[in-house]
């Protein structure tokens, strides 16, 4: 069977190989990389319901990779979704009623990026090869919390390539920070700036399409990448657990093979959300998406307005990985709803970028029509926390409450009894202060790092390995940068980097 090619979402220029635009990470037309065309993956096929997490992502993963073997993606698969997860499933799924939770977050960085980041590093690597990639790779990360350390842990002392994080410096919690700040690895760098998540975003993607810059750093071995969710080695993995949460309940006879789902879908960037729509497209059944925001809910907005406006205030709320204004996946969804018009979505993103807005046309909008968006606002989304826990005695994370709270609400505006996969995203682990104080224990003269072990003793759930000791790692990364020395920051790292790499 044939393969799909990657293709800039603003121009048409000649479809390259997947190993040249997961190398690339972003088009040089600013637009994103996007398959030429999806490809079919039933579920209507019994064989599929024994199968492995790996083994499943060796099938969907190599419907995708135009120029991989199968024996290079079962490389990298099964480096990737190994003993790292601390549970076998890799994305176990817990019920509740009709609500099914895929967990996201057993990877050694407690959130859903470990999910595609794991895989990321040898998808790379591979692709460098085939590419004959001679510089290093420097792979530029923004982050709002969790891509950062999942991207870290994936790619610290990988050969061949450095990376340099950026994250916005009161805008995470103190666990992502400590997370980030305690990396170890001598290619790696990681920076606090002064300013949100939409400046490092905007910052990094600036370097991106900075051809002085990447001409000079060129001569210096330097090459740049990303393991943002605008690279397409980012999204195609995490089309798998849908799959995989699928599967799971035909197996335990909860639906049969061809009932449709919902799925429920806490959204910042838009690329887990993407990836559902992906799948449906591949041919999941899904019956309604349901995209849940906190109160930066622009994408809400959009979804019931067919305007997108970011003339708004950027709140900062208790589920910071989605404190985002500028979701840089819809951009392949507009690309997408527009029938792969990459005038049409250049158009639209020229207007985002000129007037901090713009409206899609009404033939769009009607693909909207599977959607149904809401928005938690904290409040709301701590009380969502200790409802869940006193009915049910499980504990979920900010992110994962706001999309529980969209869900309730979806069901009580419909009456719609469809079983619904929800996305969990977070360990409540990563967000202990929030979830502590949701259930009403929270001592606020203890420390984000005490308040592990409280809320351990308190609910009973097990420390998870990884951040046991995190409060004794050393600090080595303390520089906090201005918002517009991103540029001036990477030419001195790589520097230094190439020093130490002569
Ligand atoms: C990144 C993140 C999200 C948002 O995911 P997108 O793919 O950016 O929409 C939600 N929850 C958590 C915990 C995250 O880390």
Redesign the pocket.
């Known amino acids: 069977m044939s393969k799909p090619f990657f293709t800039s979402t603003r121009s048409n220029q000649a479809p390259i190989p997947f190993s040249e635009a997961v190398v690339k990470g972003i088009a040089p037309d600013g637009g994103l990389y996007v398959p030429t065309f999806i490809p079919s993956f039933s579920v209507e096929d019994s064989e599929l319901m024994h199968l492995s997490y790996q083994a499943l992502a060796k099938k969907i993963l190599g419907l995708y990779l135009t120029d991989f073997s199968d024996e290079e993606i079962a490389a990298a698969v099964d480096a990737a979704y190994d003993t790292k997860f601390s549970d076998s499933r890799i994305a176990p799924v817990t019920s509740i009623d009709r609500t099914h939770f895929i967990e996201l977050y057993h990877g050694r960085t407690l959130?859903?990026?470990d999910m595609a980041l794991s895989i990321l590093p040898y998808l790379l690597k591979t692709a460098m090869n085939k590419q004959a990639i001679e510089e290093e790779l420097v792979i530029l990360t923004a982050t709002?919390?969790?891509?950062g350390k999942a991207a870290l842990e994936g790619f610290a002392n990988v050969a061949g390539v450095s990376i340099i994080v950026f994250y916005p410096t009161d805008g995470v919690s103190d666990i992502q920070k400590r997370q980030m700040t305690t990396q170890t690895g001598a290619n790696t760098a990681v920076f606090g700036i002064n300013g949100n998540f939409d400046d490092a975003q905007n910052g990094v993607k600036a370097l991106f399409l900075d051809e002085a810059l990447i001409a000079s750093l060129k001569q210096e071995g330097f090459l740049f990448s990303s393991a943002n969710?605008i690279n397409i080695g980012r999204l195609l993995p995490q089309i798998v657990y849908y799959y995989s949460a699928y599967l799971d309940l035909v197996r335990r006879q909860l639906i049969q093979l061809g009932d449709a789902v919902n799925v429920v879908?806490?959204?910042?960037?838009?690329?887990?959300?993407l990836a559902a729509t992906y799948a449906k497209q591949m041919g999941l059944p899904v019956k309604t998406f349901i995209c849940a925001s906190n109160s930066n809910h622009v994408l809400t907005d959009f979804m019931k307005t067919g305007t997108y406006d970011l003339k708004r205030p950027f709140v900062m709320t208790a589920?910071p990985?989605?404190d985002?204004l500028i979701?840089s996946?819809l951009e392949r969804f507009l690309y997408t709803i527009s029938g792969g018009n990459s005038e049409k979505t250049n158009a639209l993103m020229r207007n985002l970028k000129i007037n901090q807005t713009y409206t899609i046309d009404p033939e769009m909008k009607s693909a909207l029509e599977c959607f149904y968006s809401g928005y938690a606002n904290d409040p709301e989304t701590l009380d969502t926390i200790k409802q869940l826990y006193d009915k049910h005695g499980y504990v979920v994370?900010t992110?994962t409450a706001v999309a529980y709270k969209v869900h309730a609400d979806y069901v009580s505006k419909t009456g719609d009894q469809t079983h619904t996969l929800i996305a969990s995203?977070?360990s409540p682990f990563k967000f202990t202060r929030s979830v502590m104080t949701a259930l009403g224990t929270c001592d606020t003269d203890a420390s984000d790092f005490d308040l592990i072990h409280r809320l351990s003793h308190h609910t009973g759930l097990a420390i998870p390995e990884v951040i046991k000791n995190l409060s004794e790692k050393p600090i080595v990364h303390t520089r906090t940068i201005d918002k517009d020395d991103l540029k001036v920051e990477v030419t001195a790292t790589l520097k230094k980097r190439r020093r130490s790499i002569l």
């Open positions: 959130a859903f990026k709002s919390g969790d891509t969710s879908v806490p959204t910042g960037n838009f690329g887990n959300l589920s990985s989605m985002i979701s996946n994370d992110h995203t977070a």
